[in-house]
């Protein structure tokens, strides 16, 4: 599957809430985060 880079805009607490998904190893990084959301 061919991937595209795309930019987003976040907030601080948005930007915490993300890495703390990923530190409790609900998620390996930030983009297999956004993957699951759409």
Same mark, same amino acid.
């Given at each position: 599957?061919? %991937? @595209?880079?795309?930019?987003? %805009?976040? %907030?601080?607490?948005?930007? +915490?809430?993300?890495? #703390?998904? @990923?530190?409790?190893?609900? /998620?390996?990084?930030? #983009? +297999? /985060?956004?993957?699951?959301?759409?």
């Amino acid at each position: 599957m061919a %991937t @595209v880079r795309k930019t987003i %805009t976040l %907030t601080d607490k948005q930007d +915490e809430w993300i890495k #703390s998904q @990923v530190a409790n190893g609900d /998620y390996t990084n930030d #983009s +297999e /985060y956004f993957r699951d959301l759409i």
